[in-house]
């Protein structure tokens, strides 16, 4: 028998029987052996599984499932025939009521570990999800690859960048896919080859694809490694996207790493370069390359959360919307505020805003573009500071400059937060409560189901504190002070 490291109870290869206690911080079931930790992809809490151990690290292992010997009342037929080798879902084999209690549950451990509190005291709002996940996701990106010595497209597996060809993908917005894959037949016909990250070689990279099924406008992006692939030998893609239904098309050139999906330079192949959609009654825009939610369902659910969170506002009071993208809640809120202030790096998103605000006749909404970090100042010079702020950050979270920012100088009683990461979410609550303000609610909403990614409509309040020397110490590092002696 093969020797193992006296504190690894299992070795690669072998074949055990494990019980699922639960999940871990993403999808794969958690099991354990004399406290040893070994996850499992595609298993469910409380199953008993056979399982071939895949690696044995010291800190925990990882397993390979062979059978599932008593399955779980919540498991179910997946829906996707890509589902388990596929990297882009990881939860279709669990019953959509079970998926959004598993992540509740997440949210719940993750903020009560944060706060240092017992999970019951966590205050959660009733849970948000789709009845039907089908054709929800509104923007995809296919990579393409070669196989057989054919052009094809997909998605990379679940662990790895190994491509998987699809043809099929449910919770797609259906026409967006029949452009994608358009996009790819077309391109067989040009004869350009794929490019492969591992030489460097070849032209084509991806096809990214934005639709609305309310607006009916589908832009695709055709992603190429070389400038010197010419727009003419795109010809036939082009003519396939439009016969899909594709309203517009660029080409992106991205000799980045493999990891990025679009570089910097964009042109316009054909069409509108933008694709409207619409939430809530006002027309929104997203440019090529832009920021905008890509859930039909989630787009309005975090729109009817982001306002229940603000509450009454005062009247003659504003609102700053930081990292707001393309506009989507400043302007959504326009009527809730005298004035609503939006910062977004992207000049792009930015733009799309403006013309949002223009096309509705919304007059109360400014929008700057730069950093948040930089243009908080603006807002903290101005004579009404806000009275509530909203952040939706990136998946890393706010900088801790930034939320010192808002507290110190911007002093808003209420600050709503938009996450879409639980891990961050749980370490920017620690700062905020370290900063005065203290965590009052939080909703869950299931943008993307069959996966284990969740979105947070989370609500602090600003409090009144006793002296922190540890607060003020933070806050004089912000504002680029020397901390005082004795602190």
Do not use: W
């Amino acid at each position: 028998m093969r020797e193992r490291p006296s504190t690894v109870p299992v070795y690669r290869d072998e074949v055990v029987e494990l019980r699922v206690d639960d999940f871990g911080d993403g999808p794969d079931g958690l099991c354990r052996i004399d406290g040893y930790v070994i996850f499992v992809a595609e298993t469910l809490p409380g199953e008993l599984i056979r399982v071939r151990i895949s690696s044995a690290s010291r800190k925990f292992g990882r397993g390979e499932l062979l059978e599932v010997l008593e399955p779980s009342p919540d498991r179910v037929r997946p829906i996707c025939p890509h589902f388990g080798p596929c990297g882009g879902c990881q939860l279709q084999h669990l019953a959509p009521r079970a998926q959004v209690r598993a992540k509740e549950s997440r949210l719940r451990r993750t903020l009560a570990h944060a706060l240092r509190v017992a999970p019951e005291r966590i205050e959660m709002g009733a849970s948000r999800a789709p009845s039907d996940a089908a054709g929800q996701r509104t923007k995809l990106a296919l990579h393409f690859g070669e196989q057989d010595g054919e052009l094809v497209a997909g998605y990379f597996g679940r662990r790895g960048r190994e491509l998987l060809p699809i043809e099929v993908c449910p919770v797609q917005e259906r026409r967006g896919l029949e452009v994608a894959l358009a996009a790819r037949d077309g391109l067989r016909a040009t004869g350009l080859p794929a490019f492969d990250p591992h030489t460097g070689r070849g032209d084509l990279r991806a096809v990214v694809v934005r639709s609305s099924e309310r607006t009916q406008e589908i832009h695709a992006t055709l992603v190429v490694a070389h400038e010197g692939v010419r727009v003419g030998a795109l010809g036939p893609a082009i003519d396939a996207m439009r016969a899909a239904g594709a309203t517009g098309g660029a080409l992106n050139l991205n000799d980045g790493p493999p990891d990025r999906l679009l570089g910097e330079r964009t042109r316009a192949l054909f069409g509108v370069q933008h694709v409207e959609d619409e939430v809530h009654g006002i027309r929104y825009r997203t440019s090529a390359g832009a920021f905008f939610q890509t859930s039909s369902f989630g787009v309005d659910a975090l729109v009817e959360e982001v306002r229940t969170a603000l509450g009454e506002v005062p009247e003659g009071a504003h609102i700053a919307d930081l990292y707001c993208g393309s506009g989507l809640f400043a302007l959504a809120l326009a009527g809730h505020a005298d004035q609503v202030f939006g910062i977004e790096e992207d000049e792009r998103a930015v733009e799309d805003a403006v013309q949002a605000a223009e096309q509705a006749g919304i007059q109360n909404v400014r929008f700057r573009a730069g950093r948040v970090e930089g243009l908080i100042s603006n807002l903290a010079r101005m004579r009404d500071k806000p009275h509530a702020v909203i952040v939706d950050p990136p998946r890393a979270g706010c900088d801790a400059r930034v939320l010192a920012r808002i507290a110190d100088r911007l002093q808003p009683r209420r600050l709503v937060y938009v996450s879409c990461d639980p891990d961050s979410l749980g370490r920017d609550a620690s700062r905020l409560r370290d900063l005065g303000y203290a965590f009052r609610r939080a909703v869950m909403i299931d943008m993307f189901p069959h996966t284990a990614h969740l979105e947070t409509v989370a609500v602090f309040d600003r409090t009144v504190r006793r002296r922190d020397p540890a607060k003020e110490r933070l806050l004089a590092r912000v504002r680029g002070e020397r901390p005082a002696s004795g602190g």
